[in-house]
T-cell receptor
């Protein structure tokens, strides 16, 4: 178990360009989450998948954002026509049902820091 | 909606001092409560959790008790170390929901 991994760790792009981030969850976890964290704030939920199905999306996820998890394993988050306001840390987390309590403990990756210039 | 509010930082303590970071929550149901820690340059790590009222979560000398009557989940440690310097996030997972709600984080600096 190598934990949740994310690539790239850092991305600098010019306004208007498209960017794509990848998340590899813990292998036996069926749930995968994307969050955004801006400086001095806690993470904010963007979207989540159960297996390959995207089951919930936040209002923060504008039309320029799209996330996929095609085979129920890794996930990608794409931002089209990036804006300076998209600059943030993008965090991925994964979880599995802990059974009796139904509490989905989420394990986070190191994040991808996006800077839009 | 369901949310958490945690005390603003930064907090600066001397080594071996007692730590309290306050966290209160608002929820319509029966949420699970968590503390996460983020060390410099790293992702969030789960520190401890509590899933129902009166549960006490503990790990690495840190403790927090789920208090339904005061809607609180304060983080405590009896004797902090320099290595505890990090940002601490209180978080709530609404019952039967999937998105974790985080506080703004409290930066702790422990000086030798």
């Amino acid at each position: 178990d190598t934990g949740v991994s994310q690539n790239p760790r850092h991305k600098i792009t010019k306004r208007g360009q498209n960017v794509t981030f990848r998340c590899d969850p813990i292998s036996e976890h069926n749930r995968l989450y994307w969050y955004r964290q801006t400086l001095g704030q806690g993470p904010e939920f963007l979207t989540y998948f159960q297996n390959e199905a995207q089951l919930e999306k936040s209002r923060l996820l504008s039309d320029r954002f799209s996330a996929e998890r095609p085979k129920g394993s890794f996930s990608t988050l794409e931002i089209q026509r990036t804006e300076q306001g998209d600059s943030a840390m993008y965090l991925c987390a994964s979880s599995s049902n802990t059974g009796r309590t139904g509490t989905y403990e989420q394990y986070f990756g190191p994040g991808t820091r996006l800077t839009v210039t | 909606g369901d949310s958490v509010t945690q005390m603003e930082g930064p907090v600066t303590l001397s080594e071996e001092a007692f730590l309290t970071i306050n966290c209160t929550y608002t929820a319509t149901g029966y949420p699970s409560l968590f503390w996460y820690v983020q060390y410099p340059g790293e992702g969030l790590q789960l520190l401890l959790k509590a899933t129902k009222a009166d549960d006490k979560g503990s790990n690495k000398g840190f403790e927090a008790t789920y208090r339904k009557e005061t809607t609180s989940f304060h983080l405590e440690k009896g004797s902090v170390q320099v290595s505890d310097s990090a940002v601490y996030f209180c978080a709530l997972n609404p019952y039967n929901n999937n998105d974790m709600r985080f506080g703004a984080g409290t930066r702790l600096t422990v000086k030798p």
